[in-house]
């Protein structure tokens, strides 16, 4: 992986870490505390509704206290308790308590019927409900417990009324303590339903009921109707406050709704006061704050990711510089500089690549301006060759046309003028004759020698001994009036030109012939063998030596080491042996002994194929 | 977790708990299968019955059949029966016992026009109120009412019953008894908001299904009771805690199909076996007593004997810990 994203995933990863951890920490101290606020309000309303629904019935308690009380009513009270219904006295005291005292104080809420029962057999002698009148109630607990004190019969499901009821009752007594009656109030249980579901905030979902040991719902809840004592509920919160227990709890209420609940067992009433509010409602400035928690570290993360470039950028960009900055300068391109404005260790890096590059390009600049001399000089060392060269042809070939005229003019006048011409006159037009027809032998060894430095190399394969054979059939002729041994030994084949190599082999051979012609008995021996990567040759023979002093100059045009009276030629003949021979790469020198004869040695590369 | 160890239990205790054959037990109803029985369908359909491996069989009541008679003579095991069918088969040396009631107030109610006037037993004087000739509930009620209350029964014109209410329809009966779950339904269906008299606001405390069965069966297999009384009761919670699903388990076995009318019914009886004051099936004495002594008076008892006979608390106590409430 390159550094760049390298170098940015290390600070995302060394800044999200923490983030990570703080922001889970802040969430979950967040949680908490909304959880355990959640938690603390709803039980805090379960004691208010409490408290609430202690004084509501402290309230009517009172109330119908305050009623049997009540000087009156203790007088009626004891005439219907005495007299029986077809009384007159009877009816006035009912009809004076119902008017009196028991409807005047159903203005005042709480109560939806008031009733007198007499001490004998519950019996209902007045009741703000006519309805009611004539019944008995001996088996009831309002009655039988009424009759002592003041009771409250929890919530029942009153088959008579056919709805829910609370029924709270007292004694009424005499001066002397005699039971006179017990007066009744039924509760408006709407009310009830009412003050335990009155909202205590702005919740949408918050719900308080009550539930009775039946597991059957008291209170109507706030999202459901006409579940008083006839909707059960079982519910894990319900089932533990029903069990005498006071907390809280996460479980799926009446409606399969996850809430978090607060239970509280009311002794008292025998009754469990559940408020609850949904789950969803209660998370929801939890699920606020995770998102505010992530959207805080997602802007860090991406702020984190940008700078973690910018630096990174900052820190590879000259490392990468000083990289392509090598490349560059690798490619051969001397001119690249990084160059660099930074103070720091790269930028010094930087710094000491620059000179280095200019050091560089300074030595190779020198090199090839070297090269570049090396290179004219040559160019003109070989134009000047050429032209001379070509001066030394054209100069061959032009003087051959005046030496033909002065050969063809002499030789009119020796037979035009033959008459004419004495001894002296002719012997000198021989000697004309005889000049010319030298240099123009001179010319044509001047051609053959300055066409070998033109002319290209064509390579095939040279049978040597076979070459060595042929040359030596055409140059008996010359060696035939005398006794001339022509020995030719094993001889390395070669790749060569040709017709070059020929003119070798014939050089050599016929100036062998020509410097044994002093001796009787000459012996000219060609042999060779072969060196690890070359070829060497040599022609031997017993004639005239030279000497070794002059060796240098054997080989150059037109050096004679004897006169040409003494041995005719050109002495070119060497000349042509030494160009040819370099021209093929090889070498080519000579020995020679007093007395011994002479040794010409050419050596040939065996690896040549091709000039170029 | 929980699912993997009960199949491990299952695997594992297979072999050494072989399943028992279960108890083939016969229930009498005490008429033709409706919402009344609903406890009883929801207990089958829960699985409360074979969870206590009881094979049960519900036999259904109806015009022409002796409930009673069909437990005593031991046609069946167990019966829904009329307390003071208990009392009267005890009085004739038949040993019945009550185990629980299931319906602990009674469904009988005197009904009157809401215009008439009549709010009260001692408003029925002069007026025309329809019985059967035969002494059964709404008679003894409506007899032992009006002698609690001290009035004569001479002053008040008694005409034949009848089922349809026709003659109450058209005013020609100005009372009439009637069940809260049955008749009261179907006048109400009519459009009618009759006055009720209900007999227990006037002393008069009956239960009206009772759960029987004989003393032999008590004393020989009292497990088998308690484990029958234990699903029924629980199948009676079931039914008034989800009363709606009771309503559709009880069409699966009811001739009338009639789902609003089996609602109705179900909703009027819910208060009259969950009273809110004891557990479903709870028995008070001082009710048996008065009942007893209503059949005494009225002389339907060939004679008297120990009512605390006649009921037992025993599997009530063992089945709710010995607590009503």
Redo the contacts between chains.
């Keep these: 992986m390159k550094l760049a994203p390298k170098l940015t995933i290390l600070f995302l990863l060394l800044s999200i870490v923490p983030i990570a951890i703080v922001g889970y920490l802040a969430y979950d101290n967040g949680r908490r505390t909304i959880v355990q606020e959640t938690i603390d309000h709803l039980v805090s309303i379960n004691i208010f509704k409490n408290n609430e629904l202690i004084r509501w019935i402290e309230n009517n308690k009172s109330d119908i206290e305050e009623l049997a009380q009540r000087f009156l009513v203790r007088q009626y009270a004891s005439v219907l308790a005495k007299h029986e219904a077809p009384d007159p006295a009877y009816h006035r005291a009912k009809g004076n308590i119902i008017e009196e005292h028991l409807k005047p104080r159903l203005k005042y809420g709480g109560f939806f019927e008031l009733f007198l029962m007499c001490p004998r057999?519950g019996l209902i002698s007045a009741s703000t409900d006519?309805?009611q009148?004539?019944?008995?109630r001996?088996?009831y607990p309002y009655f039988i417990e009424g009759k002592s004190r003041t009771h409250i019969q929890g919530?029942?499901?009153s088959?008579?009324l056919?709805k829910?009821a609370m029924t709270i009752s007292t004694p009424i007594k005499d001066k002397q303590g005699n039971l006179m009656g017990v007066v009744g109030g039924r509760l408006d249980l709407g009310e009830l339903s009412k003050i335990i579901g009155l909202q205590t905030g702005t919740s949408p979902t918050e719900d308080t009921y009550l539930v009775?040991?039946?597991?059957?719902f008291v209170t109507e809840p706030r999202f459901a109707q006409d579940y008083a004592?006839?909707?059960?509920v079982?519910t894990e919160g319900v089932d533990a406050g029903l069990s005498g227990k006071d907390g809280v709890g996460f479980y799926k209420n009446y409606r399969g709704e996850p809430v978090i609940g607060a239970y509280k067992w009311l002794p008292e009433f025998k009754i469990c006061i559940i408020t609850e509010v949904d789950q969803a409602e209660a998370f929801a400035s939890v699920v606020h704050l995770a998102w505010v928690i992530a959207g805080i570290a997602s802007a860090i993360s991406i702020a984190v990711v940008f700078l973690g470039l910018f630096f990174a950028r900052t820190i590879t960009r000259p490392v990468r510089q000083l990289a392509e900055g090598a490349e560059e300068i690798g490619g051969g391109n001397l001119e690249h500089r990084v160059g660099t404005a930074s103070k720091d260790k790269i930028g010094g890096l930087s710094r000491a690549f620059d000179r280095m590059s200019e050091n560089l390009k300074a030595i190779m600049v020198s090199r090839d301006e070297l090269e570049q001399r090396v290179r004219d000089r040559t160019a003109q060392l070989e134009a000047a060759n050429k032209e001379l060269e070509a001066f030394s042809y054209s100069v061959s070939h032009d003087l051959r046309a005046p030496l033909r005229a002065i050969d063809g003019f002499s030789r009119v006048i020796m037979e035009d003028y033959t008459g004419k011409l004495d001894a002296e006159g002719k012997r000198y037009l021989n000697i004309i004759r005889s000049n010319t027809q030298k240099m123009a032998q001179l010319i044509d060894d001047l051609l053959l020698f300055s066409r070998l430095g033109r002319q290209e190399i064509r390579i095939s394969d040279i049978d040597m001994v076979k070459m060595a054979k042929t040359v030596s059939k055409e140059l008996k002729p010359a060696a035939h009036e005398r006794k001339t041994g022509f020995n030719i030994n094993e001889l390395p084949p070669f790749h060569g030109d040709q017709a070059m190599i020929r003119q070798v082999l014939i050089n050599l051979p016929s100036n062998a012939v020509k410097f044994t012609r002093p001796k009787e008995n000459a012996t000219i021996e060609v042999g060779g063998c072969t060196d690890e990567n070359e070829n060497i040759y040599y022609v031997n023979d017993n004639g005239v030596e030279f000497d070794m002093q002059y060796v240098n100059k054997l080989f150059g045009v037109f050096q004679r080491l004897h006169s040409s009276e003494e041995f005719e030629g050109t002495g070119v003949g060497l000349a042509i042996v030494q160009r040819i021979i370099h021209r093929h790469g090889g070498k080519v020198w000579a020995e020679g002994k007093v007395g011994e004869g002479a040794t010409f040695y050419f050596v040939l590369p065996r690896g040549m194929r091709d000039e170029g | 977790m929980r699912l993997l160890l009960s199949g491990l239990l299952l695997l594992g205790c297979q072999p050494s708990h072989p399943k028992k054959v279960p108890d083939e037990v016969k229930l009498q109803l005490k008429w033709v299968h409706q919402a009344q029985f609903a406890g009883f369908y929801m207990a089958q359909e829960k699985g409360y019955y074979a969870k206590e491996n009881i094979k049960i069989t519900f036999l259904e009541g109806g015009q022409g059949i002796n409930n009673a008679l069909n437990v005593t003579s031991g046609k069946a095991d167990f019966g829904v029966l009329s307390p003071e069918d208990i009392l009267m088969k005890r009085s004739q040396g038949e040993s019945l016992t009550s185990l629980a009631a299931i319906y602990r107030r009674s469904a009988v109610v005197f009904a009157a026009m809401a215009d008439s006037g009549i709010v009260r037993p001692s408003d029925f004087k002069g007026k025309t109120v329809a019985l059967r000739y035969e002494q059964k509930d709404f008679e003894l009620q409506f007899y032992a009412m009006m002698k609690r209350l001290g009035l004569a029964v001479s002053k008040v014109k008694i005409v034949p019953y009848d089922p349809a209410y026709t003659g109450f329809y058209n005013s020609k009966v100005e009372v009439t008894p009637c069940y809260s779950t049955g008749g009261l339904i179907k006048m109400r269906q009519q459009g009618l908001k009759p006055n009720l008299i209900w007999p227990s606001d006037y002393g008069i405390h009956f239960y009206s299904d009772t759960l029987a069965t004989m003393d032999k069966l008590i004393s020989e297999k009292p497990d088998l009771v308690t484990r029958f009384l234990r699903a029924s009761l629980r199948g009676w919670r079931d039914a008034i805690e989800e009363y709606r699903q009771a309503v559709a388990v009880t069409l699966k076995y009811s001739q009338i199909k009639d789902a609003q009318l089996q609602n109705a019914m179900m909703e009027a009886m819910l208060p009259l076996v969950h009273t809110g004051e004891d557990q479903i099936g709870w028995m008070k004495p001082e009710v048996w007593q008065g009942m007893y002594h209503i059949l005494l008076e009225q002389k339907l008892l060939a004679k008297s004997f120990d009512v605390s006979q006649a009921y037992t608390l025993r599997f009530l106590k063992e089945i709710y810990g010995g607590k009503g409430k």
């Design positions: 057999h006519e309805k009148e004539g019944k008995y001996d088996t919530i029942y499901y088959p008579s056919e829910p009775n040991t039946f597991n059957f004592l006839k909707k059960a079982r």
